[in-house]
């Protein structure tokens, strides 16, 4: 499933990411748990919190992101 498909305040773990080095220099690894902060309308970017830090992506990139969405228990 793409992370740009997530709603505002939803959790996710990132299974895959697009060969684009910038995203690994921006703290962008698989394995990590990522929050939506805030998602623009009308294919905006979609901003998420990995940690402490907050990232803003473009729905292109967004949309090449494969996540597994966080069990709740």
């Known amino acids: 499933m793409p992370l740009y498909t997530l709603k505002k305040k939803a959790s996710c773990t990132i299974k895959s990411l697009p060969a684009i080095k910038l995203l690994h220099s921006m703290g962008l690894r698989e394995g990590l748990p990522v ?26 990139i967004a949309e090449q992101i494969e996540i597994s969405l966080n069990e709740v228990y």
């Open 35 to 60: 929050s939506v902060v805030t998602k623009q309308p009308f294919g905006g970017p979609i901003v998420v919190q990995i940690g402490s830090r907050c990232i803003a992506l473009g729905k292109d």
